[in-house]
């Protein structure tokens, strides 16, 4: 049996469309990183490969008894589904498992030692709420809350920042917001260090810098 160049790029698709849709759901929740040994096009493979394997018993019944010719639409949906409607909420539910850490947590508990499914630190700490002191290179210290409305870049190579609401402290050390400010945008290539904090620490910063 010889395929023609058309077969090769329908099954190519094929093989490409489920895990791209998959792929495109979980990067929702985890940043996705391309090494060299891990090009894009093989994690889309992957993907597909694990969609087809849900599907094929269904695939294959509906096949043999020639469903396509009897209810042409109702294929054409299934098509649909299979392709992408399908493997795009099951990438909604890996990424939300894996973000969730739910299954890492139970295979440590079993002792069971796993890599981190996020790629970066940077990826980890900027996907959590916290309110920041942002070091920059000049010695410039921006206090802020990084939150619902903030973000940070995840292209490998620009790490700026975008900090929803800025803060000064007064004169007994507390943060006060700044009036009328829409926040405040860092490059990445200024910022020398971050710190984070949650609000009891904060107000415990003022309690101390008082006494």
């Keep these: 049996m010889t395929l023609s160049n058309f077969d090769m790029a329908l099954y190519t ?18 940043p996705q990183r391309d090494q060299a040994y891990q090009p894009a096009i093989l994690r889309f ?10 599907w094929w018993p269904l695939i294959h019944q509906l096949i043999t008894i020639k469903y396509y010719d009897n209810h042409p639409f109702r294929w054409s949906i299934c098509i649909i589904a299979v392709l992408i409607i399908f493997p795009f909420i099951l990438g909604l539910v ?4 894996t973000e969730k850490e739910w299954l890492r947590v139970m295979l440590h508990k079993v002792k069971v030692q796993t890599l981190h499914p996020v790629p970066t630190a940077w ?4 996907s959590k709420a916290a309110y920041t002191i942002v070091t920059l290179k000049d010695g410039t210290r921006i206090y802020g809350k990084y939150s619902n409305n903030s973000i940070a870049s995840s292209v490998p190579n620009e790490k700026d920042l975008y900090i929803e609401v800025v803060y000064k402290l007064d004169e007994n050390g507390s943060w ?15 910022i020398l260090h971050i710190e984070f904090f949650t609000m009891e620490e904060i107000t415990c910063q003022a309690v101390s810098h008082q006494e």
């Design 176 to 190: 006060q917001e700044i009036p009328r400010s829409n926040g405040v945008w860092i490059a990445g290539d200024q």
């Design 45 to 54: 493979f992957f993907f597909s490969c694990v969609n087809f394997a849900i």
């Design 94 to 97: 890996a990424g939300l498992i």
């Design 13 to 30: 698709l094929l093989f490409l469309i489920p895990g791209f849709s998959m792929s495109f759901a979980y990067g929702y929740f985890i």
């Design 123 to 126: 990826d980890y700490i900027m």
